[in-house]
């Protein structure tokens, strides 16, 4: 494939909104720093007639750069991820392939509060 | 002038703020930020008489006897939101149906008259958020007796 979709897409666009953010794999003391772009959406589920409102954090990181720091897939759930003043659990993930293929990609990290509120 | 039905779900909205560790009470709010978790919604109930087949020649002003189903959300938002819901459900309906405010002056239940409290069941829903959400429904049937020359 002629074009590079991590030279032309994923590097500009992470360069201009990629933000740093800190990954501890579960169990483990290492830590690894990426760059990964803040998806928290706002999010609510109906309750009954009651619609509650709250969001649904998440963060796209690019799959080459988790590689290149040692973090395999199986690494992913229960990471802590670290960025933007919060600290969230990596609840589930979902790949998100290019059309370079799936490794040259994105994965979107589905997060929880890392120290949940009591309310 | 005396309307059963408001002060049913007055009592009720009552009840439920009174569950320990309830952040908000309201009545009828459909729009809960999370802010508010954990949080009890009283919803005004549907109303049933048996009146459509009642063929007699009774005046219309007569009592009737009316069943209320009003429902209960309790919504919580937690890592352990499961069991915080079973605990403010059994909360809930320990209060509703010992209450003796509603069961011997509103509802007028046993020996204090015709009317009846009845725990019907619940239905649960739980999603993801910031953190686990987590919801339960509950419903009951408030059986009491209609006067329409006291409304």
């Known amino acids: ?119 | 002038m005396v309307d059963v039905r408001e002060d049913i779900l007055a009592r009720l909205l009552e009840v439920v703020a009174s569950i320990p560790n309830l952040r908000s009470a309201q009545r009828n709010n459909v729009d809960i930020p999370e802010d508010q978790l954990p949080a009890g919604i009283v919803f005004d109930g549907d109303e049933e008489t048996a009146d459509a087949s009642d063929a007699t020649m009774r005046p219309p002003n007569r009592p009737t006897l009316v069943t209320m189903t009003p429902e209960i959300v309790i919504a919580q938002q937690s890592d352990e939101a499961g069991s915080d819901i079973t605990t403010l459900r059994r909360e809930l309906i320990k209060r509703v149906l010992t209450d003796t405010e509603l069961n011997e002056q509103i509802v007028k239940t046993g020996r204090h008259g015709n009317g009846a409290i009845r725990y019907l069941g619940c239905q649960t829903d739980v999603g993801w958020m910031r953190s686990l959400h987590g919801a339960l429904r509950a419903q009951f049937a408030f059986k009491y007796t209609l006067k329409p020359d006291e409304l």
Do not use: C, H, Q
């Open chain 1, 1 to 119: 494939m002629a074009v590079d979709y991590s030279a032309l897409l994923y590097d500009p666009v992470y360069g201009e909104l990629g933000v740093p953010a800190m990954f501890v794999a579960a169990g483990t003391a290492g830590e690894a720093t990426i760059t990964v772009i803040d998806d928290t959406r706002p999010k609510s589920l109906m309750a009954g007639s009651a619609e509650v409102r709250s969001v649904g954090p998440g963060a796209f990181a690019r799959i080459p750069e988790l590689i290149e720091n040692g973090i395999a897939r199986a690494d992913y759930v229960d990471a802590t991820l670290s960025f933007n003043g919060r600290s969230w659990i990596v609840r589930s993930y979902e790949l998100r392939g290019s059309p370079n293929g799936e490794d040259l990609g994105e994965v979107r990290f589905l997060l929880k509060e890392a120290a949940s509120t009591d309310g």
